[in-house]
């Protein structure tokens, strides 16, 4: 397996415009979480899906973010409309929840910068 | 409140000197804690769980449930050990809830 995989890998975009993060969790695994990583704050939980059902989207900032995991495979993030401080590292991670002390797999992450 | 805090954003030593990273959680229950680290343009992954109480990379971490607290200790530190770690707490009960410390920037001089 390759790992997560996320997709795109850098993206700089003009204030106001939608962004759409995409990730794609390890095959078999059934959690799946976004994280937003700052400086200031480090990495933030934003929502996270226990198969496929968004468990707690506590994290998500505001309504200008939602995210959606249509199958087991494949989950998105978006941005609408996206502001300057929006600009992170937004990382996705999955693990195979079920048992205790079970290890999340993080993606390489999507570096996205807005003008 | 579910917390995990991490005090120190850069911890700053020389090559063999030894190292502890802190990290103290909040939290009621029975906490499952975890430190993962992020070296240079690589992705975040698992450095060790309390659960294994084994030494990676000569990395240990102690569970004190009394202070709430999960350090990493190194006694030797090393270059190659400059990184990014960051201190983790899983909550089983709420199907696997998993925040992350600000986490703390550690660089290793020659």
């Known amino acids: 397996d390759a790992g997560v995989i996320q997709s795109p890998r850098h993206e700089v975009t003009e204030m106001g415009q939608e962004v759409t993060l995409r990730c794609k969790p390890i095959?078999?695994?059934?959690?799946l979480f976004w994280y937003r990583q700052t400086m200031m704050r480090g990495l933030e939980l934003l929502i996270y899906?226990?198969?496929?059902?968004?468990?707690?989207d506590s994290g998500m900032p505001e309504d200008r973010f939602s995210a959606k995991m249509p199958n087991a495979s494949f989950s998105t993030l978006k941005i609408q409309p996206s502001e300057p401080r929006d600009s992170a590292v937004y990382f996705c991670?999955?693990?195979?929840?079920?048992?205790?002390?079970?290890?999340?797999?993080f993606g390489q992450g999507t570096r996205l910068t807005v003008v | 409140a579910q917390r995990v805090t991490q005090p120190e954003k850069l911890l700053s030593v020389f090559k063999g000197a030894p190292v502890e990273l802190k990290c103290n959680y909040s939290?009621?229950?029975?906490?499952?804690l975890f430190w993962y680290v992020q070296y240079s343009r690589q992705r975040l992954q698992l450095l060790l769980r309390?659960?294994s109480r084994e030494s990676i990379k000569g990395f240990t971490a102690d569970l004190n449930k009394g202070e709430t607290s999960f350090h990493l200790k190194k006694p030797f530190a090393q270059e190659e050990d400059s990184a990014m770690y960051y201190c983790?707490?899983?909550?089983?009960?709420?199907?696997?809830?998993?925040?992350f410390g600000q986490g703390t920037e550690l660089s290793v001089k020659p």
């Open positions: 095959s078999g695994h059934n959690s």
């Open positions: 939290y009621s229950g029975s906490p499952e």
């Open positions: 309390h659960i």
């Open positions: 983790a707490l899983r909550f089983y009960n709420q199907g696997g809830k998993l925040i």
């Open positions: 899906f226990n198969n496929n059902v968004p468990i707690d």
């Open positions: 991670a999955s693990s195979l929840n079920g048992g205790m002390n079970t290890e999340a797999f």
